[in-house]
């Protein structure tokens, strides 16, 4: 992790493709347009799901930030957050929320969860990745 | 035999084909949504998106169908992007020739068209307007839609009244029209609360429309219209027009719960006197909701005094809230005590 901080302070432009995004969206659409601007055009590393269980049954998998909506299948957006807060390999990770359902108490909860991040739906494209890019640029 | 062995034959081949046509229109949706999202980054891109669509005009629904679904989704410059690519004449062509065509389906295909870019050519106004008079509910929603989520200030009062009141029969129709209307980029919200304030007093909608009206607008979540609400209720607690009215009265006092406007707390402790349930009820989640003095006091003696189903309602609704539930209950016990002979 070190190694890899150290070396994109060395050279800012290789910062994309030293990390890992997860997406998690319903919205299809949404997702290819995000992947599409984050790998093709930022050259982040994506993995896409509709399903934030997924994400917890693989344990191979160690993103660096995660985009996500509150609303998904099998799993309440709060519930998933706590539950990756609880695992130790995604103790640190940045959480960006892009959500329809904001309120003044969810996003309470939400800071409280140490989410990173709180975009509100619709969200203008250029700026969710500025966002996500900023997050990232912290992390280093 | 012969016959079992043509049908399962011949459904399997339907199937086959129509899987082959899904696996299809997906890779050509694919295809589509990167030149569709590069189309809103360069302009060379979005050359050679309409070049492809001039060569098969058949695409250019896919097209749209992308650009819908993203506009669901994306916001500001983003949005302008995908409306641009929406507005370009060979898909605008396309699917105003559908708004002349005699086929339904090709219409309101044409008229949700109408509604993504949220424009409504000048020469299109008046059969949209006729639209909204059609026998046909379909289409006269539809109409309603393009119209509402248009520039077109001047035509949004009525077309509302209007569709209320042909929409008696299926009230529900209605919530997504308001919502149209209240996310219409082009209106100022005085605007809008003043064209609310109109449907609300207006004589040809319903009472039980005017009820559903009060719900659609309170899940606005705009506190500015808890005033005219509250004027409202003074005005049907005041004349003694409730009896008439009860699920519009019901529905402005959950409203101004919803709200947490504590100034109609003299008129909802009013209202828990009026003789049908749902106001009762909607009156005691108000007074919950505010948690003042005067209000914990009602609830008390509503609590010791009313009917059963009163104090499950209050049980209900107070068992996340463990000190004003004690309050209620330990305050009903001093008062049966004190009404207790010696």
Known sequence: ?140 | MAIGAYLAVMVTLSRLLTLRDKKKYRSLKNKYSTLVFESMRNNEARESLFELLRVNPKHIPIVKEVCSDLLNEVGGETKNSVIEILEHPLIKDHYLKYFNSFNKKRKVKSLLYLRSIKTIPDSEVSRAISLVDHRLHYLAHASALVILASAKDNLHESVLIKMCKRSEDCKYTVVELLWEYWDNEFIPKEEKLICFQVLLGSEDISVEMKALLVRIISSFNEKEFSIYFYDLLKFLIELDLQKKHYSFLAALISALGKFDFKTAEEEIIKATSVDNKAVKIAAIRALIKFKTTRAIQELVTIYSTSKDYLKKEISYLTEHDMDLSKTIVRSEVSVKNINEPE
């Open chain 1, 1 to 140: 992790m070190l190694a890899k901080k150290l070396e994109i302070n060395k050279k800012d432009e290789n910062l994309s493709s030293k990390f890992n995004i997860v997406l998690i969206d319903q919205n299809e659409m949404l997702l290819d347009l995000l992947d599409h601007e984050l790998t093709k055009h930022k050259g982040f590393s994506v993995i896409r799901t509709s399903n934030g269980v997924e994400l917890l049954n693989k344990e191979d998998l160690e993103p660096d930030l995660i985009l996500m909506d509150m609303i998904m299948e099998g799993v309440n957006g709060i519930e998933l957050i706590k539950k990756i807060r609880s695992e130790d390999r995604f103790a640190k990770i940045k959480i960006i929320i892009l959500s329809e359902k904001l309120n003044e108490s969810i996003v309470e909860e939400l800071k409280s969860l140490s989410v990173n991040d709180v975009i509100q739906k619709p969200a203008n494209i250029g700026e969710v990745i500025f966002r996500v890019e900023r997050s990232l640029k912290h992390q280093i």
